[in-house]
């Protein structure tokens, strides 16, 4: 059993996808990061980074828990323990490692600060420097879906001919495509990938991770 600590972000369906993907069984923890429930000193124990997701499991190497944070951390991790999600072959595995980390480094970041500019700043926030915001990192999500688009022209995935942690890592950011005022016809291979992994069925389900009700029975017991 998997202890999954996480939220309805980009970075916390990244792990819950993963878990349905390899079939898993994890019990869910609601970390309301809208309360500041990520700086208690019980999550703090577990990350002391303060971010979600973290996971503890219960059956980790040798049988002994495992605390770990870092999404990306934790799919190598799931996918080194289930043996799924990695290519076999040590060529192919270091591109899809490859393509992981380029999420980590460069979606990751650009699509969060972009979403920020446009959707969470403050209300009081000088008009130029959202300007600025929205003109740097909107523009870097573009480049970002133009390097996307030119990698699955060539490639059915990211990581290659077969699906891998880099997508399931990256999908969560395109799948809020909308959000960013991106119309998915200017990268037609980008628009192919997102559709045939959007439908699976592991992924629809970890992309409803929490979901509302279990986020509204975790706000019910915290008031109780």
Aim: include cysteine.
């Amino acid at each position: 059993m998997i202890d999954l600590y996480t939220y309805r972000t980009s970075n916390g369906r990244k792990v819950s996808i993963m878990l349905e993907e390899c079939g898993l069984d994890y019990e869910l923890h609601v970390v309301d990061i809208t309360r500041g429930e990520q700086d208690a000193a019980a999550f703090r124990a577990m990350n002391p980074n303060g971010r979600i997701p973290a996971i503890i499991d219960r059956n980790g190497p040798d049988g002994a828990p495992l605390s770990l944070f870092e999404s990306g951390a934790i799919l190598l991790y799931l996918a080194q323990k289930t043996e799924k999600f990695l290519p076999p072959d040590e060529r192919d595995r270091w591109v899809a490692v490859q393509w992981l980390m380029w999420q980590m480094g460069g979606v990751g970041p650009s699509f969060g600060q972009a979403f920020h500019f446009l959707h969470q700043f403050p209300d009081d926030a000088p008009e130029d420097e959202i300007a600025y915001g929205r003109a740097r990192y909107g523009g870097e999500v573009s480049r970002l879906c133009d390097v996307m688009d030119a990698r699955l022209a060539e490639a059915a995935f990211l990581g290659g001919d077969d699906y891998s942690v880099a997508d399931i890592a990256t999908y969560p950011w395109i799948a809020l495509h909308k959000w960013f005022g991106l119309d998915l016809a200017r990268w037609p291979h980008l628009r192919r990938w997102c559709g045939e992994v959007g439908a699976r069925p592991a992924v629809r389900r970890g992309m409803d991770v929490p979901t509302r009700d279990q986020m509204e029975e975790h706000a019910q017991s915290r008031a109780e």
